[in-house]
């Protein structure tokens, strides 16, 4: 199977879905590099990974459980929705679990804006709920090592586009 790398976001009112989300997958998340904003990586840093002993019948007393390893970035507000944006242009992240609130407008609007629209232009997996997240990571693509994304071809043009006088 292939490591992804992953980004995980949450507006305040679904940070605690998508912590119960990511317990649910800790096993298979920490199979891949993980990134989070602020808080949302500060919360998902305490989920504990149960560790299975490899000789039936015992039991590893002094590792029962590892922390689910996330790289924190700066909150969402102060950049971490950009720092992600980032990464997602220059190719570094596969998929972005983002679950947003709205119901509400967030003060950072135009970045939670412009990170989606990053998403859907590099073409990676992309998922805003819960049932979205599920459908990805169940996906047989995603261990498939004869996928690979495709980059959109508008993007290639658009970078050698020749400026009009």
Known sequence: MKKLNIALVAHDARKQELVEWCTHNA????????????????????????????????????????????????????????????????????????????????????????????ASLYNIAFATNRTTADLIVTSPLLVDNSYTRVIPPVIERYRNRFAVS
Request: with cysteine.
């Open 27 to 118: 096993e298979w998340l920490n199979k891949h590099k993980l990134y989070g904003t602020g808080t949302t990586a500060k919360l998902l840093n305490q989920i504990m990974i149960p560790i299975t002993c490899t000789d039936p019948g015992q039991v590893c007393p002094d590792c029962l459980a590892l922390p689910l390893s996330v790289k924190p970035l700066l909150s969402g507000p102060l950049g971490g929705d950009q720092q992600i944006g980032a990464m997602i242009a220059q190719g570094e992240i596969d998929m972005l679990i983002f679950f947003c609130d709205n119901l509400i407008t967030q003060g950072h609007q135009q970045d939670v804006g412009a990170l989606s629209r990053l």
